[in-house]
């Protein structure tokens, strides 16, 4: 190795101004600019300074969840939750007042650091949005109205990946009314500003689980009541099904089915409990994603977790996310008999931890 080399690359980068390397950071992943803090403590300054991280990506840090203001019945606001202790949120008031003119903002949705929102105006106040916004730059954008169609919209879903590109889809499901299936797709696309439509191009009797989607490889999925996970692409062209295992199957219990879709790793994990077991939860990976191949990785009961026996997902207990780079579980758990509220994280799929939410 020639060591004159290196010294010129250090050099090289030495000669660089500090807008210039935020300018270079902003372009990157969350996941280097992590490492990056670590070359050096002035580079660790630039990356943590109030005004660069509005440029730059940021890890995820906690959830927003809607909060009805005391005597306001018909004013909500988002709220959030902190999952690290003694981290600086990216973000002064989470209530998103950079929103101008709405009484009532209810966080639908979010992908890649962006949140789409369903926002009521004041006035006239039966009229609402849907806004897109990064709540740690004030940016936002208003959606244009889709086209019209005689359906229903049955699920909207958000997508963004910063990693492969600067822009992000919404999606609308349309659905006939009497039975719920799905009769087409309204994409939004922030590059072009306009929606388009398409037709179905799943089963003519589909029926998309209302829970949260997975945005991945450019590509929305959804769990259907056919026991699949549905996919389409952000043009509305790729339409896929892909076929989960029978024991991969799940129940409809009170508020919907207990069953959870999520990524980590850039990989599919797929969670159900079954009527007989309830309080057992099976994690599953989709290993192979062009053939459609699920692993089993494991059970884990409600006692090792939560310390409690016989708790029942989405009556006790819900899923709300799985992180993204690492693997962990986020649960959210509300005591019996008070109003307290827990995020709960499965570490490495098995060590569990709590941590208290405040709300």
């Known amino acids: 190795m020639d060591p004159s080399g290196s010294k010129k690359r250090a050099s090289a980068?030495?000669?660089?101004?500090?807008?210039?390397?935020?300018?270079?950071?902003?372009?990157l992943p969350v996941k280097s600019i992590c490492r990056f803090k670590c070359v050096s403590r002035h580079w660790h300054g630039l990356i943590s300074h109030p005004e660069h991280r509005k440029k730059l990506p940021q890890t995820l840090s906690g959830f927003f969840y809607p909060r009805n203001l005391l005597n306001h019945e018909d004013t909500e606001i988002p709220d959030f939750v902190g999952i690290s202790r003694g981290e600086e949120l990216p973000f002064l008031d989470p209530s998103l007042p950079f929103l101008p003119g709405y009484r009532w903002i209810r966080p639908k949705d979010s992908s890649g650091g962006l949140l789409l929102c369903n926002c009521w105006k004041e006035n006239p106040r039966d009229e609402f949005n849907y806004v897109v916004c990064n709540?740690?730059?004030d940016k936002w954008v208003v959606l244009p109205e889709a086209p019209d169609d005689l359906s229903s919209v049955s699920t909207i879903r958000l997508g963004f990946d910063p990693a492969i590109s600067s822009h992000f889809h919404v999606f609308q499901l349309l659905e006939e009314d009497q039975y719920g299936y799905i009769t087409g797709l309204n994409i939004y696309s922030s590059e072009t500003g306009v929606w388009?439509?398409?037709?179905?191009?799943?089963?003519?009797?589909?029926?998309?689980?209302?829970?949260?989607?997975?945005?991945?490889?450019?590509?929305?999925?959804?769990?259907?009541?056919?026991?699949?996970?549905?996919?389409v692409d952000t043009e509305g062209k790729t339409w896929r099904t892909i076929p989960l295992l029978e024991s991969m199957g799940f129940e409809n219990i009170c508020k919907g089915p207990v069953a959870f879709l999520g990524q980590s790793q850039g990989r599919l994990c797929y969670m159900n409990t079954r009527k007989h077991i309830a309080s057992k939860i099976s994690v599953w990976i989709l290993e192979d994603y062009s053939a459609g191949r699920w692993i089993f990785k494991y059970n884990i009961s409600t006692s090792q977790i939560f310390g409690e026996v016989d708790l029942m997902m989405e009556l006790d207990y819900a899923l709300i996310a799985i992180h993204p780079e690492a693997n962990v579980i986020f649960f959210v758990w509300k005591f019996s008999g008070?109003?307290?509220?827990?995020?709960?994280?499965?570490?490495t799929w098995v060590r569990t931890q709590a941590i208290r939410s405040g709300y």
């Open 338 to 347: 008070t109003g307290n509220i827990e995020v709960k994280t499965c570490m």
């Open 13 to 27: 980068a030495a000669d660089l101004t500090d807008d210039l390397i935020v300018e270079i950071l902003s372009r």
């Open 196 to 231: 388009s439509h398409k037709e179905n191009g799943w089963s003519d009797e589909v029926v998309p689980v209302d829970s949260r989607g997975v945005f991945m490889n450019e590509m929305l999925h959804l769990i259907s009541y056919d026991v699949t996970i549905l996919t």
């Open 135 to 137: 709540p740690a730059t």
